[in-house]
């Protein structure tokens, strides 16, 4: 995926409508979050197992959503000058110290709610 | 950005824990909203203009934030077979749509509550 | 329970505090959203089930994140003088016409999504 | 606020639809998150200080929404037999040692963020 394209794209869009007075982090965080709970509510009476399998419907409001937080988050880490793909790298290496194979195995609990 | 190797990545992750089994698409839902939140607690407190220019600490929390969004949405697009790249795509397409320059410039309001 | 003496205590901690000026609408649904996720953080890897019987420390958790929900939504009334008993009576009617026991029966969907 | 009688009125309302189904802790806990963004949408574009004077339309929005968040707290509460108001008198006692006025006075910091 074209990061800095879509990054461009979506600059673009704004500066046209004369968005980016909207565009802040504060404001965009907001945004992000409620997309966020956009997705959720899609969810929120289904079981578990239903939500394996979403009807046609569903995939496109699904569809939908995840385009919006993507491009909410990408738009996000542009106005602050983030590198997502650096972050995500940079969280994958915390992530396997934190959460070490023998200790997580079939356990959900937060790194520092563990009871070693 | 190459998704489908940071997928492989996130989902060789999961399955070393033997936490395939806690992420259906409404669990993965959850952890995302839960996530973007502890992006928007960075910001509760600040002015817009203050959120343009978070501190050293709040930059390195924000990079940590981003990160776990972007890697809960790969994942939950991976196990609900979703192609995000297109997603995005279409999605872009459609807001051209919606939001046209001579109706949006300058106003913030969703397509649906624009008074023409 | 006294709504308004509650509200009064929530006032006279944040002007002790100088904190008014942290305490308007946007901020504090910002606040809101993200002690809602907290709450949410608790039962996302859990089944269904399971969050029916919470261990000691997920309950005294949950009694710590409903007490926050419960007072930013407070400070929030106050903050836009909102009287929340009425606002709750009018919806509980509204809700009664919206979702007729004979289209509703088992039927979670919401009403402007059913299919009659 | 008779908070007994509403949750009554609530869990009527949810045996006549046979929604009791659906009205377990990690469900309610999605849906009041959704209903908290929803609060959040209303103020995401707009400024701190236009967030203080909604316009009519706004208020109503704004008091459906806490009616939706009020509602889905208190069911939450009957379901797990939580004690809101003694949930809220703790949770003020806890605030009042963790944030005493001299280190708190004009700053929004969280407790455990502090530089003291």
């Known amino acids: 995926m074209d990061i800095s394209k879509i990054q461009n794209q979506l600059k673009k869009f704004a500066i046209e ?13 907001m945004a992000l979050s409620v997309e966020a709970s956009e997705l959720v ?7 578990p197992e239903e ?3 979403p009807n046609q419907k569903q995939i496109q409001e699904i569809n939908s959503e995840v385009a919006d937080i993507a491009m909410y988050l990408l738009r996000f880490c542009s106005i602050l000058e983030i590198d997502i793909e650096e972050a995500i790298k940079n969280k994958l290496e915390k992530n396997a110290e934190k959460y070490p194979v023998n ?8 790194y520092n709610q563990r009871e070693d």
Chains 1, 2, 3, 4 share one sequence.
Not at 103 to 110: I, R
């Open 17 to 29: 409508r004369d968005w980016e007075q909207f565009h802040n982090p504060k404001n965009l965080s």
């Open 41 to 47: 509510e899609i969810f929120q009476w289904l079981k």
């Open 51 to 53: 939500s394996n399998s």
């Open 103 to 110: 200790l997580s195995k079939g356990n959900s609990q937060k």
